[in-house]
DNA sequence: GTGAAAGCGCTAACAG
DNA sequence: CTGTTAGCGCTTTCAC
């Protein structure tokens, strides 16, 4: 015999009161009388009665799942993970589960995973996009289902979107940079497609032009191990940067590690975009532009469950400042005089 | 007009077919006339029809939501986001998806999230205990929800269960210490009641008793801070310890930061249970016994899909090794010469 | 091959 | 306050 899980229809004649009278007690409605209502409650702890969630929503005028996704890039990232951290402690302050995944970068699993996560009716959806363009959102979500676009915005879709001050970050490295004299900075970008990598990027070459100096830029890096190459190869030349302004984490700990071996982290200088773990406590300690993937999680929860909740507005764009924290690497001064040409 | 999402009704009357056809497209069933099929496939096109799931699995016979719950410490850790992740990738592989919650080291949260899981149908769960004693899953959840535990042994309930080699890394470590000249080595646990700090301080106390030495141990430290603190004060007693062995990563890390501002970096030695990311970094870079979080990860994530395919052995104990990464902090000879008593 | 009817476990609408 | 009836969207059973 298969243990069937009990029903409502179980209670009910264990109580001795009707179907309705137990559904009335499950869903705490006050409208009954306390003694049958402590019969019902006697018969459902006693059946072990616990109410099938799948078969409440398909009937219920409010269908709610109480459960949202999550797409990042990477829920094993720190980045990614503080955030994932942020989104679960405000959803769970509201009774809302999250559903995470994770893209790396891939957009056909964007969609697979935007697809899986709408059937598995998800209230609402959290995504840091990977794809250059998220118009399939339009077809592949029913239409009341909200999605909150965090770290990147979206192209060919509405919704709100939480950003890092990206541009603003990079122009305030850069003149970090400057101010302690430095005139060849070099910018290492992640990959070319991705909106941050643009945005960082754009504030790097605005803030050079501003001060009248060349740029130098090599993007497209796709991880630590092809940063550290790459830096090891630009200080083989004849002229190399004295700062680095290093776009993404994984860039920077690739930057550290070729430095490091090139026995130049005492001279050259080095500003990286995001802070990482344990940033403090390296030699010199690494100058950071720092993100609040915390703050970002905590508002593009707050934002989707407010729509899921019924809010209409217009789709705001919410952005999360960026903060520069100096530890060393970011203040050493060039050992050879630049000589801006 | 709410725009109603389409059901098999509405696509079944728009291919000019009966319900019954369109659900045996919609599954794949192969004794469907292919002209029929044809024209159904396209009234779900132009509707853009998409299965109910819960409804489906209302009426089923094989009662499978495709999703599994993963319930760690915190879903931002180190650790436990490299476990997510490896949970992840085995689960996809599958069609799987993974429903995530981070514990807190909270029992009452641990069997919130279990109770929560349960009734959005999680297939199974793999879980990272943090109470005492798990005898509540047998009444909490249904008698065919498989539970595989990772990182520590659950009590009361049985199921799979997946431990890193926790006792022998401890010993590896201490062993290595001794190796190296050292005779007052010094353990810093965690939770007292959490299981690994248990195996971990036991290994400690056998490697120490079998070399004839004086253990000295201070556990229940809660995180970074404290060991940074108890570090501290450890130095500035009359004789203090020349190694350390630590047993978790955060109390590692405080207890790198500590050593750091003593200004005892390069003179004590340490060895620290679990890896970190930019030990490697760190000046001297850190020696641990690193765990296998990824590997503990498939391991469990393969366990439980398993199960859930009827897998009906004997549960299970799979150990996961632990191995010493040698990287200077370890490799430290005593500065003073240890008396030994 | 195909379809009509029944019903999964529950809630909505309406009577009593 | 309580119960009856219908039916959510789908799969099952069993006729055709």
Chains 1, 2 share one sequence.
Do not use: W
């Amino acid at each position: 015999m298969t243990h069937r899980r009990p029903t409502m229809n179980d209670v009910a004649r264990a109580a001795g009161v009707s179907l309705k009278t137990v559904s009335r007690v499950v869903n705490g409605e006050l409208t009954v009388d306390p003694a049958l209502a402590a019969r019902v409650r006697a018969a459902i702890g006693s059946l072990n009665y616990r109410r099938h969630l799948g078969a409440s929503m398909l009937r219920r005028k409010d269908r709610r799942t109480g459960t949202i996704g999550l797409l990042v890039e990477d829920v094993g990232n720190p980045f990614s993970a503080a955030l994932h951290r942020a989104v679960e402690d405000e959803a769970r302050a509201r009774g809302v589960h999250v559903l995470a995944g994770s893209l790396d970068e891939d957009p056909d699993r964007e969609r697979d995973l935007v697809r899986a996560f709408a059937r598995r009716h998800a209230d609402g959806l959290i995504l840091a996009p990977a794809g250059p363009d998220q118009g399939y959102l339009a077809a592949d979500l029913p239409p009341d289902v909200p999605v909150v676009f965090v770290q990147r915005p979206a192209t060919g879709f509405a919704g709100d979107c939480v950003l890092a001050r990206d541009a603003a970050g990079a122009v305030r490295a850069v003149r970090h940079l400057i101010a302690y004299g430095h005139r060849r900075i070099a910018f290492l970008g992640g990959r070319a497609d991705a909106a941050t990598t643009g945005e960082r990027r754009r504030g790097y070459l605005s803030a050079v032009d501003a001060a009248g100096l060349r740029p130098f830029m090599i993007d497209g890096l796709r991880g630590s191990q092809a940063a550290e190459a790459v830096t090891r190869n630009l200080f083989r030349r004849p002229r190399p940067p004295t700062a680095l302004f290093t776009g993404r984490n994984l860039i920077t700990i690739g930057a550290v590690r070729a430095l490091r071996l090139l026995d130049r982290h005492r001279d050259a200088a080095l500003v990286g975009f995001d802070d990482f773990p344990l940033a403090d406590l390296l030699e010199p300690a690494v100058t950071v532009i720092a993100q609040d993937p915390a703050e970002m999680g905590r508002a593009a929860a707050r934002a989707l469950l407010e729509r899921i909740d019924g809010e209409t507005a217009e789709p705001r764009e919410i952005s999360i400042a960026t903060t520069l924290i100096p530890r060393g690497s970011g203040e050493l001064r060039p050992q050879v005089r630049a000589t801006g040409s």
